[in-house]
């Protein structure tokens, strides 16, 4: 399907962020540093690129057991699926554009903002789904 591409390239982001992550760490670690002092900005770059990836990705994926907003009730109505998904999609939007400004004016608490926003876009998502569920499904 069309969103294959958009899982390669978060692929590729990731495992360019983790690489990036363990340069650092042996520069860091060494006698002679061989990184500039801003390389950790290089790295919040390239994790806000794969956030909004991420978003690209729930916004176009069809109902599956491998990647979007997958919860019990999202696997159990296409609609649901859909709506929680598409509002899964414009949170990651979000939070990737909070992310880049994070990183370029505050890297200090990017890491903060990046485990606080995926928690809150997971919980609001999964909320969603159920409040969507109960109203379609069960009737509520």
Sequence with gaps: RGVSKYIYSLNVLLLLALFMVQVYLISYNSVYPFLPAKFTLLVDLVVCLAVANAAL???????????????????????????????????????????????????????????????????????????LYKRHVLGF
């Design 57 to 131: 990705i729930t916004f176009n994926v069809k109902r599956n057991f491998l990647v979007g907003v997958r919860t019990p009730y999202t696997l159990s109505n296409d609609k649901i699926w859909e709506k929680t998904n598409n509002l899964g999609g414009k949170l990651l939007a979000v939070l990737s554009f909070i992310l880049l400004v994070t990183a370029l004016l505050f890297e200090a608490f990017f890491l903060h903002f990046l485990v606080a926003g995926l928690i809150i876009v997971g919980f609001v998502t999964f909320f969603y789904s159920l409040r």
